[in-house]
């Protein structure tokens, strides 16, 4: 009996004098859903956080009818107010074109979204054919410049196009398409009703699924720029509401990946973790101690008791 209460007494010993172990962070296992901002598409913020050199190339031919270009220039506007417009975040410029084609601005010119958006207003149509090769080349030989305002390419900046166009190339755009590709320009392609979509197809980068659109009237297109606005904002995936991670979430490019406090172990799911904690406080090391000084208590007890019981005769 003295023994098993020496050892209980070191075990208790032991485990109060361990350091108490870490308590396991509660994971966000009900987020709050992420509520609509009130007024629609005007209350939305900027895109932040992700320069871009972007250029829009817009079909003004003579299938595109007025009141049709007008509603591109509206696309283009609503374009812009998503964009974080600035001379180090995006700058913006715009090729138009038909049979011929005209840098209406280029992207060293408008720093601001109010004066870009009044240029934009002030763009007219073309008329006759439909040369979208030729306005390709342009984007790579005459505003994707450092001299005309793009970024060099040291910076890392991407130098990307959206072309919008509702017939089909009458000259030649799968070559020239794929130069500027390899240039390392990314290549966006809004078809609109007549549009042809294998053209659209030819020009566009890869994967073709993210980067060709199409609408059936120019009526609709401006419902492309919540599309354009998700792919160009830099959005946070460890923001509060878009993760899943127990514990630690980490960015990795437009994805995440997560990760445990010291002392968990994330679970197969790749999302949650485990903490190495057991029923018992005292390790197999630390019993032994026990018992070795339960034996040392057994020991020191049997001498005193022999010592006692000499005493006590020596005395009688």
């Known amino acids: 009996m003295g023994r098993a209460l020496g050892i209980l007494r070191c075990c208790l010993a032991l485990a109060l004098a361990l350091p108490p172990l870490p308590a396991a962070p509660r994971g966000p296992a009900l987020r709050p859903r992420r509520q609509p901002r009130p007024g629609g598409r005007s209350a939305d913020p900027a895109c932040k956080n992700r320069p871009l050199d972007l250029l829009f190339i817009v079909d003004s031919s003579r299938s595109v009818r007025p009141e049709e270009f007008e509603k591109v220039k509206l696309f283009l506007s609503e374009m812009i107010d ?77 130098r990307v196009v959206i072309v919008v166009t509702d017939g089909r190339p009458q000259d030649q755009v799968q070559g020239v398409a794929a130069s500027a590709r390899t240039a390392g320009i990314e290549i966006y392609a809004v078809g609109v009703g007549r549009a042809d979509v294998q053209s659209l197809r030819m020009m566009a980068s890869e994967p073709l699924d993210e980067h060709v659109f199409y609408v059936e009237t120019y009526g609709v297109i401006e419902k492309l720029t919540s599309r354009f606005r998700e792919t160009f904002c830099a959005v946070d995936p460890c923001a509060p509401g878009r993760h899943e991670c127990d514990q630690i979430c980490v960015s990795n490019n437009r994805s995440y990946v997560c990760d445990c406090y010291e002392g968990y172990t994330l679970n197969p799911d790749k999302t949650t973790c485990s903490g190495a904690i057991t029923s018992s406080l005292v390790t197999a090391e630390e019993s032994c101690k026990c018992e070795a000084i339960a034996a040392l208590q057994d020991s020191v007890t049997s001498r005193l008791e022999a010592l006692s019981t000499k005493y006590i005769l020596f005395l009688t």
Request: proline residues 5%; aromatic residues 6%; without cysteine.
């Open 82 to 158: 998503t964009l974080d417009v600035g001379e180090r975040t995006t700058r913006v410029a715009v090729v138009n074109y038909a049979s011929t084609v005209r840098v209406e601005f280029p992207l060293r010119t408008h720093f601001d979204r109010v004066s870009l958006k009044e240029a934009v207003s002030h763009i007219a149509p073309l008329s006759a054919g439909t040369m979208t090769g030729l306005a390709i080349r342009t984007a790579m030989e005459e505003v994707f410049t450092e001299e005309m305002g793009a970024r060099p390419a040291t910076f890392s900046i991407p």
